[in-house]
């Protein structure tokens, strides 16, 4: 078991280091920050101390090396754009894309898993074929031209839901939540439709595809067979062994869902970091990209090793199987 | 005359015939092909003549709304452009990079696919890490990272040249890893068939063997991941655009026109966005539902 999460773990951290090396090419090689920071008039002696503020005149192996360190501090310089430390400013918009990114995951599991269960066990009712059409839609419907559509049919037409922004948030310590006050959940509701119905699809198609499996299988029949109640079946042996792979996909996913939020953040300018990085992917704001890129490798690296490790908790063939 | 009947005679063509789904999603790529192809004849207006735009026109309703004008089908934009005329002359650019990043994301995909397969050890071990790697993180974040870069690179005026080019190696980068593995997975079997090591001791070299002798064998599904990868490439490249950092306003997409559209939707002016998006998706839908059909065609097992 200690063998096999260090091997995982080891395999992680050259993936971070490719990761950040990519990061700081981006900072040392890619334009030029010092004009970008002092603009047009300065002395020399003005740009001297900026360039040694910034650690411009060491060796490259060195500032790689500054450079690691002080991402691990989490620390990545200024804004180029804005003038302010970056870690402030991604500290201040993360609140806001995790939790649409947490409403979009649960919106999607709370009507994606029924609905997978429904198709699941009544594959030929019309309500099913409604449900396989509607999830061929939402997969070829690109995200932000939902968003478009939703924001013209419930904010324009009908007039129900807010079309751009947070509503009024709360702060606690440095977390500004919109749950605590109504117009921050209203506020919510379009966001997290754009950003959860693919994932929606996804796992209705995915709970689909196993219940129909697993309900073909000879424990199933002979449950049946048993004189088990149909509830019982479905939902306490069929369902339960849908699960794992279902929990394996939404996991894999949420890493997804927040690079997603890029555009999501986009059509309802969400003040989230997808917002804030695709801002400085226009205005070529190196020090927010590197840190916002660094940050989702972060998150996925994580993700993968966590579902790895949930993997060797779930299967025992995993923990005997070393000897081939 | 004779490959004309003998694809007419083929399974393929067969399969084809019985499938509805596959004969209407080809007629809808069709017309949508022809019409972004020959927009300059076949378009009812020219977008980018300035001289013929007329502010009077602008904000027209399309011809069935009561304020609507025969003269523009489907209404007009703010700058009194046509915008069916718009949407045929985008659907080229759609297109354009679209095909285009395919075709790049593959012969990147098939090159090193090749090597890794053939080369084995330790080359093919860093070339599929580097793509499993790239794969775990969504293909909109690579390409969105590569424009940045380009931007960043670039003076402004240079980027702005050559803006569509950078979003079409954008997408082909983020794009290529699916075509390594599969184009891989056949070399590695291939590899060590008994005609590839004949070929081998006839004293054939290397880069013949997996051009004429490997790739051939993988071309079926690679139709099949190029067919699909289209749709995607196509929504990278909206989704780009939309987001303001695919192809110069100059010359907009359906990605730009949906972006410009959504600046007018509270204001009422719905048309602007909905039918740009309306051809996007059945652009998209019917290249998808092609590829899913070619893929159940190809496949012998569903035979």
């Known amino acids: 078991m200690p063998a096999f999460i260090l091997s995982r773990i080891l395999q992680a951290i050259p993936v971070m280091l490719a990761v950040a090396l990519i990061a700081f090419a981006l900072f040392a090689f890619v334009g030029d920050p010092i004009a970008t920071m002092l603009g047009q008039e300065f002395t020399p002696a003005q740009r001297d101390a900026l360039v040694a503020a910034l650690g411009l005149d060491q060796p490259v192996p060195v500032q790689f090396l500054r450079f690691v360190g002080r991402a691990l ?88 839901l807010p079309s751009f922004g947070r509503g009024d948030t709360v702060q606690l ?51 049946r067979a048993r004189g088990i109640r149909d509830r019982a079946i479905n939902f306490g042996h069929a369902l339960r062994n849908t699960l794992v792979p279902v929990i394996t996909i939404v996991g894999l996913q949420l890493g997804s869902i927040i690079a997603f939020s890029i555009v999501t953040e986009t059509v309802f300018q969400w003040p989230g970091m997808g917002l804030l990085f695709i801002q400085s992917v226009s205005s070529a704001d190196i020090p927010v990209m590197a840190a916002y890129l660094l940050l989702i490798s972060a998150v996925f690296v994580t993700i993968n090793l966590v579902v790895d490790l949930l993997y060797y908790a779930v299967d025992p063939r995993l923990r005997a199987g070393r000897g081939h | ?74 209404g007009t934009d703010d ?54 790697v790239q794969l775990t993180f969504p293909n909109i974040l690579i390409a969105l990272l590569v424009d940045g870069v380009a931007r960043a690179v670039l003076p402004r005026e240079v980027h702005d040249e050559i803006a569509i080019y950078v979003v079409i190696v954008a997408i082909g980068i983020s794009d290529w890893p699916r075509f390594a593995r599969t184009v891989r997975g056949s070399a590695l079997v291939e590899r060590n068939k008994e005609y590839v090591l004949a070929a081998r001791v006839i004293g054939i070299s290397p880069a013949r063997i997996m051009l004429t002798h490997v790739l051939p064998n993988v071309l079926g599904p690679l139709l099949v991941l190029a067919t699909l990868n289209l749709g995607l490439a196509i929504v990278s490249e909206a989704t780009l655009s939309f987001l303001g950092v695919g192809v110069p306003p100059t010359q907009p997409s359906l990605g730009t026109l949906i972006r410009i ?5 509270f204001s009422g002016e719905w048309w602007i966005t909905v039918f740009p998006g309306v051809a996007l998706v059945a652009m998209v839908l019917s290249v998808n539902l092609l590829g899913d059909w070619l893929r159940d065609a190809l496949n012998p097992r569903l035979r």
């Not at chain 1, 939540?177 to 929606?200: D, M, N, R």
């Not at chain 2, 559209?261 to 939707?265: E, I, K, P, S």
Request: charged letters at 10%.
């Open chain 2, 79 to 132: 700058q009194g452009r046509d915008v069916l005329s718009a949407i045929m002359y985008g659907a080229r650019v759609s297109l354009l990079v679209g095909v285009s990043a395919t075709a790049f994301a593959l012969i990147l995909g098939v090159l090193v696919g090749l090597l890794a397969g053939y080369a084995g050890g330790a080359v093919d071990a860093v070339l599929m890490r580097i793509a499993d």
């Open chain 1, 73 to 160: 501090h989490g620390e990545f310089g200024l804004s180029y754009r804005l003038s302010r430390p970056v870690s402030d400013l991604i500290l201040e918009r993360a609140p806001a894309t995790l939790e649409l990114a947490l409403c979009a995951s649960v919106l999607a599991l709370a009507i994606g898993m029924p609905m997978g269960v429904y198709t699941g066990l009544y594959p030929r009712s019309p309500l099913s074929r409604f449900f396989l059409t509607f999830s061929l839609v939402g997969v070829s419907l690109p995200t932000f031209l939902i968003g478009s559509l939703l924001i013209l049919v419930f904010a324009v037409w009908l007039g129900w």
């Open chain 2, 261 to 265: 559209g959504n600046d007018f939707l």
């Open chain 2, 1 to 74: 005359m004779g490959a004309v009947s003998r694809f007419l005679e083929s399974d393929l063509f067969w399969s084809f015939r019985r499938t509805p789904t596959a004969v209407l999603s080809a007629i809808v790529a069709f017309v949508i092909v022809v019409g972004a192809v020959f927009a300059p004849w076949l378009a009812p207006y020219n977008p980018f003549d300035l001289a013929s735009l007329d502010l009077m026109d602008a904000f027209n309703p399309p011809a069935f709304m009561p304020e609507g004008t025969a003269a523009h089908l489907i």
């Open chain 1, 173 to 223: 310590g440095w977390w500004s939540t919109g749950f605590l006050t109504a117009s921050g959940w209203k506020a919510l509701v379009l966001p997290s439709i754009t950003l959860g119905l693919f994932q929606l699809t996804l796992i209705m198609r995915l709970v689909r595809s196993e219940m129909m499996e697993v309900l073909r299988s000879d424990y199933v029949k002979f449950a």
